[in-house]
């Protein structure tokens, strides 16, 4: 299958590229996050997505970014949500619509999310926004389960990758005391 690859960042796409291809999927890679903030985070990752990226040959799309849109359709309203609460489900489905929509336009098979390589993510809420976006063509993947996380923490150190210390918005930024 022709996967996209919602992708948050280089720690958490190098894991999910390598189980993905195992499983006989071809990757490109789609990094979407208007959720990022400050814009300096997001130059950040993006940049560490490109040297992943080019290390690996595994193709970018990267959608373009509208944080005060993101702030209007996601987190209006829930600016005081808790990390793991309704803001972030609205998040994941404002990044992942926006997947979905980049999977149809661009001829792929499917998509997916690194999101849930994450032990700070739930994953039933992943999955029930991506099925609910298409169901038949989101491909469900728990990328924590046979010590993902710690092995893209592993592949991170070896190839140099930033590795952030907050989820991305100003919010979760907040949340963690920054």
Request: aromatic content about 10%; hydrophobic content about 35%.
């Amino acid at each position: 299958m022709n996967l996209l690859l919602h992708t948050c960042c280089a720690p958490c796409a190098s894991h999910c590229i390598l189980a993905l291809r195992d499983l006989g999927h071809d990757v490109t890679l789609f990094y979407s996050n208007a959720n990022l903030a400050p814009r300096d985070e997001y130059l950040r990752r993006l940049e560490s997505v490109h040297l992943l990226s080019d290390r690996w040959k595994v193709p970018l799309l990267v959608d373009e970014t509208d944080h005060a849109d993101w702030l209007d359709k996601a987190a209006k309203g829930f600016e005081n949500a808790p990390e793991k609460g309704a803001r972030c489900g609205r998040c994941f489905l404002y990044s992942l619509g926006r997947t979905r929509a980049a999977m149809a336009e661009n001829g792929f098979d499917g998509f997916t999310t690194t999101l849930s390589v994450s032990p700070h993510k739930h994953t039933p809420t992943l999955f029930e926004v991506g099925r609910g976006l298409d169901p038949d063509r989101f491909l469900a993947v728990d990328f924590k389960k046979n010590d993902g996380f710690r092995h893209s923490l592993q592949l991170s150190a070896e190839l140099g990758l930033y590795r952030q210390k907050y989820c991305g918005c100003e919010f979760s930024l907040r949340a963690c005391g920054l």
